[in-house]
């Protein structure tokens, strides 16, 4: 089993930027493909960025494409977001996930993921 605790949310202004982190233990980091997904409240869970295991390989939502970067540290065990132009719709609470496989008609999927962490309040207002 893998664990995962994410970090790095907070208030932040229109245009503004964050980083978040997600720490993982328990398995071996790299094993496995790591995703963002994000959950405003009334709404349901939706798939942000995914990284498959080397890091050489990401998909994005289309609205977050060009402004969000996910990517990986294999040596750390650690997932990042970087999150720049940031806007009042990507006002959220952020989840980091983690499975061993990756399926090209389910990765957008909350379901396909079988290990969450807690999440991190992102909060962007003026």
């Known amino acids: 089993q893998v664990q995962l605790v994410e970090s790095g949310g907070g208030l932040v202004q229109p245009g503004g930027s964050l980083r978040l982190s997600c720490a993982a233990s328990?398995?071996?980091?790299?094993?496995?493909?790591m995703a963002w997904f994000r959950q405003a409240p009334g709404k349901d869970r939706e798939f942000v960025a995914v990284i498959k295991w080397t890091g050489r390989i990401t998909y994005y939502e289309d609205s977050v494409k060009g402004r969000f970067t996910i990517s990986r540290d294999n040596a750390k065990s650690t997932l990042y977001l970087q999150m720049n132009s940031l806007k009042s719709e990507d006002t959220a609470v952020y989840y980091c996930?983690?499975?061993?496989?990756?399926?090209?008609?389910?990765?957008?999927?909350?379901?396909?993921?079988?290990?969450w962490g807690q999440g991190t309040q992102v909060t962007v207002s003026s």
């Open positions: 328990g398995r071996t980091f790299s094993n496995y493909v």
């Open positions: 996930a983690a499975d061993p496989t990756f399926n090209s008609n389910d990765y957008r999927l909350y379901r396909f993921y079988d290990y």
